[in-house]
């Protein structure tokens, strides 16, 4: 059984800094990529970050580009997102999301690729 566990969420002001973590338990097989996404009230879940397993190839929403960074500690199981200059409309609930198989290519963003999840973390940004 593989769980996802993100932490790290909270209230921070217009232009400042959250690291948010996922822990990853459990056995994936072969891991295609791992990423971010998040979701705003009233609003679809979207893509934030992804990085390709195999390479450490990472890929970013146009939003966030320059502001977020994502990375991964193989030896301590957890994926990252490093957010900077945040924005009032960075707010949502982010979630960390797994992808098994081969030869995926997560530039596509789409969450329907992705079939474990964690539970989300709030991350609140006031103006």
């Known amino acids: 059984q593989v769980q996802l566990v993100e932490s790290g969420g909270g209230l921070v002001q217009d232009g400042g800094s959250l690291r948010l973590s996922c822990a990853i338990s459990?056995?994936?097989?072969?891991?295609?990529?791992m990423g971010w996404f998040r979701q705003a009230p009233a609003k679809e879940r979207e893509f934030v970050a992804a990085?390709?397993?195999?390479?450490?190839?990472?890929y970013y929403a146009d939003s966030v580009k320059g502001r977020f960074t994502i990375s991964r500690d193989n030896a301590k199981d957890t994926l990252y997102l490093h957010m900077n200059t945040l924005k009032p409309e960075d707010t949502a609930v982010y979630y960390c999301?797994?992808?098994?198989?081969?030869?995926?290519?997560?530039?596509?963003?789409?969450?329907?690729?992705?079939?474990?999840w964690g539970q989300g973390t709030q991350v609140t940004v006031s103006s």
């Open positions: 999301a797994a992808k098994y198989g081969l030869g995926y290519d997560p530039s596509s963003g789409r969450s329907d690729d992705y079939a474990y």
């Open positions: 459990g056995r994936i097989i072969i891991t295609a990529a």
């Open positions: 990085i390709r397993w195999s390479d450490g190839r990472t």
